[in-house]
């Protein structure tokens, strides 16, 4: 197979060029790959270890360069806000290219269609409960089993979160839309069409900003969103003696998700690398739960993203034939499918078989970790889109869309600019705004005052590990942000010492409380008296005369000696920072 096949690597940084070994049809190739002195991210070194024949040619010794075609829409420029340079260096702009036997490089094309779920009380035109995991078949009613003689009536909260998502994507609000009919036969959809939105969505011409991981090498895109427009969810199908319709005896099916309201977002195609997508999608999941219009859970199916791809020669601005994948229910397998999608097409490119890359749906199979055909795609004009009679026009006025958007939140990547304002690495920050809850607790913790440092490191060390033990989300915890505050302020005016802090928390998280309550209880307030502190350090030097000679004959070592002696001494509670001030001075005295 003339594509390449792939090695993971680790990022390093090259003092020098170097000669990479590997192992291919049974013969050791050995060619300078990497330039000295650049930086490499994991998903450029992923790309650029390849087995090649001996005949390959040598390979470019400089990182790919962005393409062009990646720009945000037409009229939208990225711009310097004032970001730290990371935004802006060239290993941040760098894309993911295939190189294969030929020579060329080849680039992915990819876009994404998310369907979020919205979390309304009822479905989207019935006042069926909109719940999961009810018993099949038991949030359904005429309307949403499509019976006839039934007319649907829009759930005012789907037009509210629709217009919601679109302020919160940057796009432009239609004041006046509508709704059609998508025409096609599933088992699954009763009514033989499901009401959508085709040509005048609720929403159009947004972007999404991402910054992407520190361990991928960092640094911010800005990724074009088409659309977003508001429909219905189908039912779903459960095939009994197998997890597909393949290989099962028959299938059942749950009408209780058909009308579940949904907002589809189509993004441009604008990724060029799995990571690219899976941060686009991850970056959209946090924004639906800031904003509250759905919980965004992959696994339960009420965040569903299909993804567009295609291959084609560096430099080429025509697009390659569109592949469809679905069935990905986390951002790490959306990463590997598109990953084995770019090389399966772009090993069919190169083996001379591009004709078998057809516009077809192909689903990714995690336990094989490949994706296999289901069915040709279908093209708009297969759907036969039509108005849709019994529901009028949605219109809006402009004072209710910008009565929303004075409702919106803090969102993901404004909070991300305010915390690196306060001096947080990207590292830590893209930990606590990853969860909305967490990003909420670490707020309200340091609107009590408290050093933003220590807040950061007690909420992503002790305290998150302690919810992943316990399976709880932070918003279950009995520590209260007061608390926590008030714990931080203790350590800080030397009350007690960090050691003394740990010991405290485990009760305050499964109790709650007071932390100053607890540590007087039972006696934890850290000895920060210097003539206490003194009478211990000469106590241990009078204990200890042979050591302390030793120091003094030029052992320096033996300091820890002394701070041991000394914090047994205290039962662990004399101030540390003042005890080896003390320490030192008597020492060398």
């Known amino acids: 197979m003339a594509a390449a096949r792939l090695v993971r690597a680790t990022m390093v940084a090259l003092p020098s060029a ?21 930086r490499y991210t994991p998903q450029q070194l992923h790309y650029r270890f390849l087995a090649i024949s001996t005949s390959a040619p040598a390979l470019s010794s400089s990182p790919s360069s962005p393409s062009s075609s990646h720009s945000v829409p037409s009229g939208r420029k990225k711009q310097n806000r004032g970001l730290p340079a990371r935004v802006l260096t060239q290993q941040s702009e760098n894309r993911v290219l295939e190189e294969n036997a030929s020579g060329t490089e080849y680039e992915a094309v990819i876009g994404i269609e998310t369907h979020v779920q919205l979390s309304t009380a009822t479905k989207a035109f019935c006042s069926c409960p909109s719940q999961y995991g009810s018993e099949p078949n038991s949030n359904v009613c005429p ?36 709704f059609d009919r998508k025409q096609y036969f599933y088992p699954d959809l009763p009514k033989g069409y499901q009401i959508s939105q085709f040509d005048i969505p609720i929403a159009k011409n947004g972007f999404l900003e991402v910054d992407l991981p520190v361990e991928y090498g960092g640094g911010y895109r800005k990724f074009g969103i088409t659309r977003v427009h508001m429909e219905e969810d189908a039912g779903k199908l459960i095939h009994a003696g197998a997890d597909q319709l393949s290989g099962s005896s028959h299938s059942q099916v749950d009408l209780n998700r058909a009308g579940v309201p949904l907002l589809e ?8 690398t799995g990571l690219e997508a899976a ?39 025509k697009f390659g034939t569109k592949v469809e994948i679905k069935n990905m229910n986390s951002f790490s397998a959306m990463q590997r499918a598109i ?35 289901m069915r040709k795609k279908e093209g708009l004009a297969d759907y036969r889109y039509f108005p849709e009679p019994d529901l009028p026009e949605v219109i809006l006025t402009e004072e209710y869309v910008e009565s929303i958007r004075k ?52 909420i992503m060390g002790d305290i998150t ?101 000394v914090m047994k001494a205290s039962g662990g509670k004399v101030n540390p920072a003042l005890m080896n001030k003390i320490l030192l001075e008597k020492l060398n005295g």
Not at 167 to 173: G, P, R, Y
Not at 408 to 421: A, G, I, V
């Open 407 to 458: 409702t919106l939140p803090e969102l993901p990547n404004d909070k991300r600019r305010r915390y690196e304002t306060l001096g947080l690495s990207m590292q830590d920050i893209l930990v606590l705004t990853n969860d909305v809850d967490v990003a909420a607790y670490f707020d309200a913790v340091l609107e009590k005052g408290s050093d933003v440092k220590m807040a950061a490191n007690w």
């Open 279 to 317: 941060e686009y999608a991850a970056e959209l999941q946090r924004i639906v739960r800031y904003l509250g219009v759905g919980n965004g859970n992959m696994q339960e199916g009420s965040m569903r993203c299909d993804v567009n791809i295609s291959v084609r020669p560096k430099g080429q601005a």
């Open 143 to 178: 309307i949403c089993m499509g019976l006839p003689g039934c007319l649907p009536v829009l759930n005012e909260k789907c037009v509210e979160f629709g217009v919601r998502l679109g302020h919160a994507l940057h796009s432009d609000i239609a004041l006046n839309s509508k």
């Open 265 to 272: 977002i189509v993004s441009e195609p604008d990724m060029r």
């Open 339 to 373: 990953e084995y999608e770019i090389e399966r097409q772009v090993g069919l490119i190169e083996g001379g078989e591009a004709d078998k890359i057809v516009q077809e749906t192909r689903l990714w199979e995690e336990a094989a970790q490949r994706t296999t055909t």
């Open 465 to 565: 590990a302690y919810t992943k033990n316990e399976k709880l989300s932070i918003t279950e915890l009995k520590l209260s942000p007061s608390a926590l505050a008030e714990l931080i302020s203790l350590i800080k005016d030397g009350t007690i010492s960090g050691k003394i802090a740990k010991e405290v928390l485990p009760e305050l998280l499964e109790k709650g409380g007071s932390a100053k309550s607890i540590i007087e209880k039972k006696g934890l307030v850290q000895i920060s008296d210097v003539a206490t502190i003194e009478k211990m350090i000469d106590e241990v030097l009078a204990k200890n005369p042979s050591q302390l000679e030793a120091y003094r004959g030029g052992k320096t070592k033996l300091q820890g000696f002394f701070v041991g002696q």
């Open 18 to 38: 170097f000669c990479l070994h590997i192992y291919s049809s049974s013969k050791i190739i050995s060619r300078n790959l990497l330039a000295p002195g650049l």
